[in-house]
C-alpha cells in the first residue's frame, strides 16, 4: 500500500499486518513515504534481493515490524537480519509439488514462512496453486496462504486446514488498481471470517 487515505481505510478496517512494497520494479513500490502509515496493522516491509542496510534503513524510518523477503536471500542473509531483532518471513514459490528441502534450510532462521504460486519472477502473479501440496510441509515455521486469494475464496480458506498456517495475504484480488485497495470487499471478506 502507498496512499495515505487508503492505507488509513484498511487500517481502520482491522486487518492484522500491513505491507510495503519495496522492490522498485514492482507497479506497488513505495518511492515515497505514505501520508499515513498504519496504527493498529504490523507493517510488513517487503524486499527483493536488497542490502542488508537499505533493509535495516527502512526498518527504522517505517518502524516495520516484519520483513518479507522476495528474493534470492541465503539463510545466512536472513540470520544476520535476525541478529538485528528484525523478524523476518521469506517468501517462496510452489508449484506442482512442494519445494522441501529448498525449505528446510530455512528452518532456524525466518519467523515466519510465506507460500505463493511460483512465477518466474519476483513477487505475485495473482494466481492460486494447489493447496492440498502444503500437506507436504512438515516444518515448525508458521506460514501465511498466498497467491490469488480473492473475495469469492471464503469457503476454499475456512475448508484449508493446516497446524502452521496463521492466516492468508491478500493483494492484486481486492484492489481497484495497483496498491489501490478496495475497502469494502476487504471489509465484507474480513466479516465472513469473524
Request: hydrophobic share 35%; with cysteine; aromatic share 12%.
Amino acid at each position: 500500500m502507498r496512499d495515505g487515505e487508503n492505507i488509513r481505510a484498511v487500517d481502520a478496517l482491522g486487518v492484522d499486518w500491513m505491507g510495503f512494497i519495496f522492490y522498485p520494479h514492482s507497479k506497488r513500490y513505495v518511492g515515497l513515504r505514505p501520508t499515513y502509515l498504519p496504527q493498529r496493522a504490523k507493517r510488513v516491509g517487503v524486499f527483493v534481493n536488497e542490502s542488508i542496510e537499505t533493509i535495516l534503513e527502512k526498518v527504522t524510518s517505517y518502524y516495520l515490524d516484519i520483513v518479507q523477503l522476495h528474493g534470492d536471500e541465503s539463510p545466512s542473509f536472513c540470520k544476520m537480519l535476525r541478529q538485528h531483532n528484525v523478524r523476518v518471513m521469506k517468501a517462496f514459490g510452489v508449484a506442482d509439488s512442494f519445494p522441501s528441502e529448498k525449505i528446510a534450510v530455512y528452518e532456524d532462521c525466518c519467523d515466519y514462512f510465506l507460500f505463493d504460486t511460483q512465477t518466474s519472477s519476483y513477487g505475485g502473479s495473482g494466481r492460486k496453486f494447489n493447496w492440498d501440496i502444503l500437506e507436504s510441509y512438515q516444518g515448525n515455521t508458521p506460514f501465511l496462504l498466498s497467491g490469488g486469494i480473492g473475495p469469492n475464496d471464503e469457503q476454499a480458506i475456512q475448508a484449508f486446514s493446516h497446524p502452521m498456517c496463521i492466516g492468508i495475504d491478500i493483494n492484486s484480488q481486492f484492489e481497484l488498481s495497483a496498491a489501490n485497495k478496495d475497502i469494502q470487499s476487504i471489509e465484507q471478506f474480513i466479516k465472513a471470517f469473524k
